[in-house]
């Protein structure tokens, strides 16, 4: 089993930069895919950005050219960096990790803009 590990959300003002990071333990010899998803209140969970093993990186429209997403050399900890963030952006955001046995969810971390 794969373990997540979600830090760094919490109550920031617009324009505000911020870095969420997950941190993966247990099972993870063989990772796919890394990625951040959110869920803003009553709405559905949407991808916002995915980092795959080789690097190649795939972005939210909403979030493209303010958000990145990055992976330490390990390749066991993903990070979101949000620059420019929006009221819209207060969500609930989730860690995701593909591995060859499987996926797994975070907890999620709360990140609120403030109005």
């Known amino acids: 089993q794969v373990q997540l590990v979600e830090s760094g959300g919490g109550l920031v003002q617009p324009g505000e930069s911020l870095r969420l990071s997950c941190a993966a333990s247990?099972?993870?010899?063989?990772?796919?895919?890394m990625g951040w998803y959110r869920q803003a209140p009553g709405k559905q969970r949407e991808l916002v950005a995915v980092?795959?093993?080789?690097?190649?990186?795939t972005y939210a429209d909403s979030v493209k050219g303010r958000f990145t997403i990055s992976r330490d050399n390990a390749k066991t900890t993903v990070n979101l960096q949000m620059n420019s963030r929006k009221p819209e952006d207060t969500a609930v955001y989730y860690c995701?990790?593909?591995?060859?046995?499987?996926?797994?969810w975070g907890q999620g971390t709360h990140v609120t803009i403030s109005t």
């Open positions: 247990g099972s993870i010899f063989s990772i796919y895919v």
């Open positions: 980092i795959t093993s080789s690097g190649t990186t």
């Open positions: 995701r990790v593909v591995t060859a046995s499987g996926a797994a």
